[in-house]
């Protein structure tokens, strides 16, 4: 008899149905994993076997095979090791045969059996709920699968409790949606005193979704004023916070298996390369265009980025989308971020600082300035000229107006 599970493999936030279909049979004793699986799925025999001999079951002394289809798809990461295991509980008849109808499941196996976290639980739950189809998945991560609309989610701690769930002699709570709390206030604008101009420009920037650029000497505010943008607009929707989450659990960067409607806040180093930027990597993991997506990407110091760094956002800024290209598979994220970047107007910084005199002005300026190129420059709506805060602006009380009444007015403006 061949057991079957279902699992998935991730092609970006998209989830691609795979077969676990497990096979034991006379023979001499092997384990065996076929269907194009990577190092990590490979490594699974072991796992999956220390789990059972936890449990106290021993795989018997025959051949077993286990296939993960279809066979053409390169199957990556741990999560593989749950299907597997219960796909091997099944065909030794450890489990109800009418268990796994159904039901999807995806989670690592450490050695004692418990099954600890993995990436993508929400896009896969979000796949199985669509596919009208259940699924199992660590404890950790389900917060996280309980958002999806699906047929229902387990969540157990180990490996037994599974077992012992299905056969009924200690039923497993489905898991609550989980949802961040106590994230702390936004920064507030009132903590920046003077930098009226360069504040209109932030309210007007947030009201139209439009891409920011500051210009100014070191010093003058200029990363204050976009760390403080996140506070002037709206919350996520509900729409928005899956989409978001989604992206952010394949990277795994959610949080608890946690939720939230705030709009994400990505500052990359200028040191940063271009697949941490745009995507890529050995698995094609999304970058920190993608995890800004529905937020703000800030680059602080932009003529310091490498040039085809910068320029690899050309395509995301007009398409809202990006795409990592391989051999063997192409992936795309979505990217719907607001840029704000913040520079110096030349190399010293002191080139319109009447305090300081650039001893290279304007030769200084022109070399620094054509780091950026021209199709990069035409995406950007907004220059803003950030002048040096005045030491009489700094004695000032804080101003009247802050973060809050001017999100009030983009709110009615968007």
């Not at 002394?61 to 199957?75: E, G, M, Q, Y």
């Not at 157990?156 to 039923?171: E, I």
């Not at 994400?264 to 941490?276: C, I, K, N, T």
Request: net charge neutral; charged share 20%.
């Amino acid at each position: 008899m061949v057991a079957r599970v279902w699992t998935v493999a991730f092609q970006g936030i998209e989830v691609l149905d795979i077969d676990v279909q497990v096979d034991i049979a006379p023979g001499l004793p092997a384990f065996t994993v076929v269907g194009l699986p990577d190092k990590a799925v490979a490594e699974s025999r072991e796992r999956v076997r220390s789990a059972l001999a936890a449990m106290g079951l021993a795989l018997p002394a025959k051949r077993i095979t286990v296939n993960l289809a279809p066979a053409d798809v390169l199957k990556e990461g741990s999560h593989f090791d749950l299907p597997i295991a219960l796909g091997l509980l099944a065909a030794m008849g450890a489990l109800p045969e009418d268990s796994l109808v159904d039901r999807s499941a995806m989670g690592e196996l450490a050695l004692d059996g418990r099954i600890t976290p993995v990436m993508g639980a929400l896009p896969a739950a979000v796949g199985a709920a669509a596919r009208g189809r259940g699924i199992i998945v660590p404890a950790e991560n389900g917060g996280e699968a309980a958002w999806a609309d699906g047929p229902g989610v387990l969540a157990p701690p180990t490996l037994l409790a599974l077992v012992n769930h299905f056969k009924g002699h200690a039923v497993l709570t489905p898991p609550a949606p989980g949802l961040a709390e106590d994230e702390g206030p936004l920064l507030d604008l009132r903590d920046i005193k003077g930098q009226e101009t360069a504040k209109r420009a932030l309210e007007v920037a947030a009201a139209g979704g439009h891409n920011l650029l500051l210009i100014g000497p070191p010093g003058a505010g200029k990363s204050m004023l976009a760390q403080r943008l996140p506070g002037l607009l709206p919350p996520l929707d509900a729409a928005e916070a899956l989409e978001v989450s989604m992206i952010h659990s394949v990277a795994g960067l959610l949080a608890g298996g946690r939720l939230t409607r705030r709009r994400p806040f990505r500052d990359p180093h200028h040191s940063a390369s271009m697949a941490a930027l745009v995507g890529g990597g050995l698995r094609a993991r999304p970058g920190e265009a993608s995890l800004a997506h529905h937020g703000v990407l800030f680059l602080d110091e932009l003529p310091e980025f490498q040039r085809a760094v910068l320029d690899a956002l050309r395509q995301p800024l007009e398409t809202r989308v990006t795409n990592v290209a391989r051999a063997n598979h192409h992936v795309s994220y979505p990217a719907a971020f607001q840029l704000v970047a913040a520079m110096n107007p030349c190399r010293c910084g002191y080139l319109s600082d009447p305090a300081r005199t650039c001893g290279r002005a304007p030769r200084c300026a022109q070399d620094y300035q054509a780091r950026l190129s021209g199709p990069l420059l035409d995406r950007i709506d907004l220059c803003v000229e950030v002048p040096a805060v005045a030491a009489g602006d700094l004695a000032l009380p804080p101003p009247a107006e802050g973060s809050a009444e001017m999100a009030a007015r983009i709110r009615a403006a968007r």
